[in-house]
């Protein structure tokens, strides 16, 4: 009797399901996670699966697996499973690639050096690697510029200091370093760049953006500084800002002598300082306009702000000594 090859082939993986059920369900029950690397073959998926107690036979997941798909649909990432999944389920988790997010926090006022030491210390890479794309001090960024239009805005041996926007991403635990970067640039786009109207010397207005992020807290505050700023900038004043200097020194070292050390070298420092949240890049397009010339914060974080030195030495002398 003729049996066509469809019917021959939906009767053996119906055979192929049933034992993988009845074997599945005579191991013990697990849930936990299951990583699935970039490359890896269906043989050691099934393997690892058998290894990891999620399957009692690779060779039917393999099988399975094999006949069922075509095997480049499988997506690489960490999956939630449990041993009593069926064969279908775990095969459909794999290709829809609903992975497990790892949540990163990425606070405002971090420098590429603060990211890449918290992404290593959450054991999703080595910090070099994220140096390898960002760049760092003194260390050009992998040119992404054709990707991302705005970073033309800097210049070429700089690092991608100031562009990584500071929030809350999800990610999957297997993401490269490379495409973390250019999910805070996508961010940085969406959330900056597009809603930005003058973008006129828009590296300049990201780098006074940084130096008030690491000055000072309040929205008020900053764009009153952003005024301060932008007149010293105005009348070739040195903007002697402390922040400058503690990206470049470990202490506090007015005579160091670096293009950063801003009680040195008029102007703005040659990079931003961190990475500003998007309240003090606006500070700096809408400053607040004002008298000062000065100013100081106590150990509390209040500002007190002054329209000449002898009343920013007397407030020194009152709130920081």
């Known amino acids: 009797m003729y049996i066509p090859k469809k019917l021959l082939l939906c009767i053996l993986l119906f055979i192929i399901s049933i034992c993988f059920i009845i074997s599945n369900f005579s191991i013990n029950y697990k849930e936990g996670l299951f990583t699935i690397e970039t490359g890896e073959t269906l043989k050691t998926i099934s393997c690892n699966l058998k290894d990891n107690g999620f399957i009692k036979s690779s060779h039917l997941f393999y099988i399975q697996l094999y006949l069922k798909d075509n095997p480049e649909n499988i997506k690489a990432g960490t999956y939630k499973l449990n041993s009593h999944m069926s064969t279908n389920e775990i095969i459909k988790a794999f290709i829809s690639g609903n992975t497990v997010k790892e949540k990163i926090?990425?606070?405002?006022?971090w420098t590429i050096n603060n990211i890449a030491q918290y992404l290593e210390k959450k054991g999703l890479f080595e910090k070099q690697d994220f140096f390898d794309i960002a760049g760092k001090q003194g260390q050009a960024s992998k040119d992404l510029s054709n990707e991302f239009k705005f970073l033309k805005e800097?210049?070429?041996?700089?690092?991608?200091?100031?562009?990584?926007f500071p929030d809350t991403y999800y990610i999957n635990k297997n993401d490269t370093a490379e495409i973390i970067i250019k999910k805070m640039l996508a961010n940085f786009e969406k959330k900056v760049w597009n809603k930005i109207e003058d973008k006129s010397n828009f590296y300049d207005t990201l780098t006074i953006g940084s130096l008030i992020e690491k000055e000072v807290n309040k929205e008020e505050d900053k764009k009153k500084v952003a005024h301060v700023i932008l007149k010293r900038l105005e009348i070739d004043m040195l903007l002697q800002i402390?922040?400058?200097i503690l990206y470049v020194n470990n202490g506090f070292n007015s005579k160091i002598d670096s293009p950063?050390?801003?009680?040195k070298y008029k102007g703005l420092p040659i990079t931003p300082i961190c990475n500003?949240?998007?309240?003090?890049i606006q500070a700096v397009?809408?400053?607040i306009e004002n008298d000062y010339y000065y100013y100081l914060s106590d150990k509390n974080g209040v500002t007190y702000f002054s329209e000449n030195y002898d009343q920013h030495v007397k407030y020194k002398n009152l709130y920081l000594r």
């Open 154 to 164: 800097k210049p070429k041996q700089a690092s991608l200091e100031g562009f990584l």
């Open 242 to 244: 402390d922040a400058t």
């Open 276 to 280: 500003p949240g998007l309240e003090s």
């Open 105 to 109: 926090v990425i606070q405002e006022g």
């Open 260 to 263: 950063y050390n801003t009680y």
């Open 285 to 287: 397009l809408d400053p």
